[in-house]
């Protein structure tokens, strides 16, 4: 009911894309979670369907697993795809990104440590962001981002390098 709801909301102020983090608490930990959620979703879906809007899911399973799941299920989601947790979780990004190329819509660009390490400034963590705009460039992704950066001691400073960060792997888009 809540996540009907939001989709009525959102058709009222014109949102044309959703993001379900499906993490921490509201975490699918297998194929039988996500598997669980894509049926109960599937069920309500037929309102974004009437208005445009996409839902994306963003996951901590494998590619792979989320790649099975959303086939055997044929329900009309995306995926949000974020680098730094997928390098937090130990998943090879670019092999992701090839692999989720038919669903994802949406990218989080975020850096991390591996092994579930923290959130930290853009090129100061493990995500290996050339391979990934590498991978992007290479399934002709042309969704949006959203940066999820580390705010830093200080914030305008911050904000402003990974502005720059970010304008600098856009551009390998091209």
Not at 65 to 83: E, G, H, P, R, T
Not at 143 to 153: N, P, Q
């Amino acid at each position: 009911r809540k996540l009907v709801d939001l989709i009525n909301k959102s058709i009222n102020v014109g949102a044309s894309l959703i993001i379900i983090p499906l993490l921490q608490d509201s975490n699918c930990n297998n194929y039988d979670d996500i598997d669980r959620f894509l049926k109960m979703i599937k069920r309500i879906i037929t309102h974004v369907i009437k208005s445009d809007i996409k839902i994306c899911l963003e996951l901590s399973l494998n590619a792979e697993i989320v790649l099975k799941a959303l086939n055997s299920n044929q329900v009309n989601v995306s995926i949000c795809y974020d680098f730094g947790n997928a390098t937090a979780f130990g998943f090879d990004i670019s092999e992701e990104i090839i692999c989720l190329k038919d669903y994802l819509a949406h990218v989080h660009i975020k850096d991390r440590k591996k092994n579930n390490g923290p959130n930290v400034p853009l090129g100061n963590g493990d995500v290996d962001f050339k391979a990934g705009f590498k991978a992007l460039k290479e399934i002709n992704y042309a969704g949006s981002f959203t940066l999820e950066t580390a705010m830093g001691a200080e914030p305008l400073e911050s904000a402003k390098n990974h502005y720059l960060y970010t304008k600098n792997l856009i551009s390998m888009l091209k």
